[in-house]
């Protein structure tokens, strides 16, 4: 399969309207914001396969594979870039790492704005972005800049509410690190005990629930639940994978396991809810 790299910390790239991609399967080695321009169709990321418009935005991480399947003629518009951008960027380091670790965390979830009213701040940021493109005046690199960022800033802000992280400026950045290594670690619950976290973050396990909750509105272990039920909620939606991989996948003893926890969340087994 064909691999992309890039050269630059960020790279923009509009295509022509097209009938057919002119790219075909191929995976990126960096960060990549697809914009829908115009066009009707699909795109299989991973081969998991997700209708697109136009005004959706999808966000695909580095070794991710993805292709497009056009429906009606599609323009693209893509904004690519790589860890050398969290360093090189003129917003602070705090944020930059903050902004790195949102988007390495990103799973699976079709477009990344969901919010109409998102929806349209985004396409106006687009539709700037690329007269600026076009633009050569003595300003248009330093525009392109600060849009570049502020896009990327609304995509991680949309990210984060989709879990319903109380996370603002004003939250304890060790609370927001715990966080952080939640996501790292779903896979594997032995590293989420109470036992585990408060050894590795120095809190006492008696307060770390007290903290974590006063810091986000959710108990730890409410967090990771909702968390890890979010991710399992996308195999069953967009993967062919078995209820059994999907269980062996997430640590769960065995499929009734999965199917105890998922229920006592969302109210119905993992198959009830793939058929629905």
Known sequence: MKKDFIQQPFELDLKEPADVCPRGSHSVSFFELVYIVSGTGMQNINGNKFPYREG??????????????????????????????????????????????????????????KDQDNEMIIKNLMESLIIEMKNKNLYASELIRLLVQTILTAVSGNLTKEYNLKVNEMTDHKAADIIQYVHGNIY??????????????????????????????????????????????????YSDMRISEIADEFGFTDKSHLNRFFKKIKGMSPSAFRNE
């Open 56 to 113: 959706n935005l999808f966000l695909l991480v580095p070794e991710d594979a993805h292709r497009f399947i056009f429906k009606t003629k599609t323009q693209l518009f893509f904004i690519r870039f790589n860890k050398v951008f969290f360093r090189t960027s003129h917003m602070t380091a705090s944020f930059l790492q903050r902004l790195e670790q949102t988007f390495s965390n990103h799973t699976l979830q079709g477009s990344v704005i």
């Open 188 to 237: 594997d619950p032995k590293k989420l005990t109470g036992e585990n976290i408060s050894s590795q973050f120095g809190i006492s396990k008696n307060y770390l629930g007290r903290y974590f909750k006063n810091n986000t509105g959710k108990t730890l272990n409410e967090y990771a639940a909702h968390y890890k039920t979010g991710l399992i909620e996308n195999r069953l939606k």
